[in-house]
Each structure stands twice: as C-alpha cells, then as structure tokens.
C-alpha cells in the first residue's frame, strides 16, 4: 500500500486548499448573515451560488465520482484527501464542489444504474448543480436500522407505480431546488427472500400525493445548508412504470452499493472536521490564559491537543487503506474496512469536538464558533447509513465465522 498522493491528488489538492483560503473560509461568516435576510431559511445564501460558479470555473466540481464520464473520474484513493479538505467547511465545501450528500449518492445511483432517460431527466441536472434530490429510505414507525423493516409500499397497476408511506429524516427534502426523491419501498412484501421485496423508484417532488409534512431538527439545527431533513408522506402517488431504477427487488443491492461509498466519504469529511477543531483548540489554547498561565501551557489541555492528533492520524491511515482497497478489491472486499471506518471515525470525531468544546468554554456552544454545529453532525453520523451497533454486529459475525 502507498499512500503517497500522485500527481492528479497533489495538484487537486492545492488548487482546493486555496479556493478554501480564498473563497470558502471568508464565506462562512458572510453565508450566515445573508441567510438572515432571506425569505426562506432553506434559499441558498447567494455566497453559496457565488461559490459554486468559482468552483466550477476552476474544475474543482464532482470531484467525488469516479465514473469519468460524468465526474472527475478520481479513485476512492485520490478523492480521500480531497474530501478531507471540503469537511473542514461541512456547511459551505462540499455544496460549492458540487460534492454534497444526499446528492453524491444518488449521483451515483443514477449513473450505475439509471436507464437513458432517467439519466437525461435528473443526473445531468444533478451533475450541473442545477436541481438538489432526496433519498427516501428511514421510516418513523420501524426500526430502519433494519432496512428490510421498511413498511412503504409500492404496487403496479397497469402502467404506474402507487407508492404508499411515511418517510422521515429525509435529507435535502426541504431545499427548494429538490425536485427529484429516490424512494425505497415493497414492491413484493411478502416475497420469500427478504432482500428481494425492496425497489427504488424515482418520485418527482411535485407528484400528486406527496407531502413535505415538516422539517426534522438534529440537536436543534435544521441544517439549512444540506436543504434540511424532512418528514414526507406519500399517499397514493403515482409515477410511471419507467422510473423504476434498476430491476423490481432490486431496491435492497441498490442501497448497499450506494451505502458503501457515502460511508466512507462521511469518514473523509469527518476528518477534516476534526483538523478543524484541532486548529481551533490550537489557536484559543495559545490567546487564552487561566490561573496565571496559558491554557496551552495547562497539562489537560497538551494532552488533548495530543490524543487528538494521534487519533487522527490513525483514522486518516485507516481511511486510506479503505479506500486503497475498494480501489483494488471492490466494495464488497473492502466490507469490513468501511464497517471498521464507519464505526471508529463518527465516535472518535464526536470525543474530539467534546474536548475542543470544552476547551472554549461558552463560546463552545455558542454560535460564534462552528463546534456545537459540527458536533452535532458527527454525532449524526452514528447513526446515518447505518447505526454503530449494525456495523459491529456485521463485522463481529464476519470475525467469528474464520473460527467455526
């Protein structure tokens, strides 16, 4: 394994890091002050769109798909460190590089498995920033740690597809530009194989039947820059045969493949998370004093500052080597690395952040620094795709079935 970064990564890499110096930093301040001033919360501020136009104009757009046919055509391996550097700014990078979930996965959805048409309708203005999309998956009324729990149900008749369900935790559901759901629903519930009742079906927003109840908020945030996370109901709408995406019981594999990559560029981003609070730890550590002394000088805090950066270093090689093997062996040979990312980096980020709030004190909470907002996306993120306890329980019985 050589995680050196080649030439493509190192020249990428450069041109990011300054586009971040240049433009993205100095707008996050600007992006919340804008945002105060609009008429809707879920309106990108018109940085963002300012943002996005520069990023593109420097190539610096879709770098997350490795299809060259519709994106930067980059391996996991030289995205990584790409994406690392967007999550410094989870809020405002990612959108700006057109590298955002939800609409990265369904990008990729699209591309891998979308038809002609389903492609020419939704991934081409995807892959142009012009609309956002929503992957409707996680219900309220079951346990969705277990996907085969879904309840919605989508039956054929003659020529259309009648979806019927409840959906909450919706992401990018509340932004005004979503005008396209991937929806995940029984097309066979009571087939005989439980990975096989599932289908996903593309929904237009402005179907009759469907219903954007409320937005959902995570400790508190609405997270306005994601387009927010909603409830959605379906009653009885109806779409075409034709948007059906991939095979009928196809659903379930289809979900698994999208999963797979979106892990581990939560995990990427996740990373730059916590170099950015390490950064913010540093700085406040050296301008504060407390009992006659620097709080960089105080022994608990070199201490945090420390583990921290131990920590992250560890997860950055792990990363990379997960990302080396999906390169190499595919997702499905790389299945128990991105369990292992997935379970190590949210709750090792999450401890991080806790310590560089502490650090800060009030201020750590406050809305004057991004820590409370991005603790709280790290903490979502042991949950989303998968809760921690499903990952462990997956790779536990892959450990143990070598000794029986």
């Known amino acids: 394994m050589d995680f050196a970064f080649d030439a493509r990564t190192e020249e990428l890499r450069a041109r990011l890091l300054a586009f971040m110096d240049e433009y993205v930093y100095p707008a996050e301040q600007v992006a919340h002050e804008q945002r105060a001033r609009l008429s809707s919360p879920w309106e990108n501020p018109p940085v963002v769109e300012e943002l996005k136009a520069e990023a593109r104009r420097q190539g610096l757009w879709n770098l997350f798909l490795p299809d060259a046919e519709y ?39 699209l591309a891998q498995f979308g038809d002609e048409r389903q492609k020419k309708q939704w991934l081409e203005p995807l892959l142009a920033g012009e609309i956002r999309s929503a992957f409707a998956m996680t219900e309220p009324d079951v346990a969705s740690s277990d996907a085969t729990n879904i309840t919605t149900h989508i039956r054929r008749e003659g020529d259309e597809y009648v979806i019927t369900g409840r959906k909450w935790y919706i992401s990018g559901a509340m932004h005004p530009d979503c005008n396209i759901f991937i929806v995940m629903g029984k097309t066979d519930p009571d087939g005989p194989d439980i990975r096989r009742q599932q289908s996903m079906v593309l929904v237009p927003r402005d179907t009759p039947g469907v219903t954007v109840k409320r937005a959902m908020r995570v400790f508190g945030y609405e997270d306005h820059y994601h387009g927010g996370h909603a409830e959605v109901v379906f009653d009885e709408a109806r779409v075409p045969v034709s948007n059906l995406i991939g095979e009928e019981g196809g659903g379930f594999a289809i979900a698994q493949a999208r999963l797979g990559p979106g892990r581990i560029h939560h995990c990427m981003r996740l990373i730059g ?132």
């Open 71 to 109: 994106g930067a055509g980059l391996t996991n391996l030289q995205y990584a460190p790409l994406a690392e550097i967007t999550g410094r700014s989870p809020q405002l990078a990612p959108t700006a590089t057109n590298c955002a979930a939800p609409d990265t996965g369904n990008m990729e959805v």
């Open 273 to 404: 998370m916590a170099e950015r609070a390490i950064e913010l730890m540093c700085r406040r550590a050296v301008s504060r004093e407390a009992f006659g002394k620097a709080l960089a000088q105080q022994g608990v805090v070199q201490n945090w500052i420390a583990d921290a950066r131990v920590a992250v270093e560890q997860l950055r090689l792990l990363v990379l080597k997960t990302a080396w093997m999906m390169d190499t062996v595919g997702n499905r040979g790389a299945h128990t690395e991105i369990q292992a990312i997935k379970i190590a980096t949210p709750r090792t980020v999450v401890g991080i952040l806790d310590r560089a709030i502490q650090l800060h004190g009030a201020g750590g909470v406050s809305q004057d620094f991004p820590l409370a907002e991005l603790y709280a996306g790290a903490r979502t993120l042991m949950l989303a795709d998968g809760p921690d306890e499903v990952h462990q329980r997956s790779l536990a019985r892959r450990e143990i079935k070598k000794y029986l």
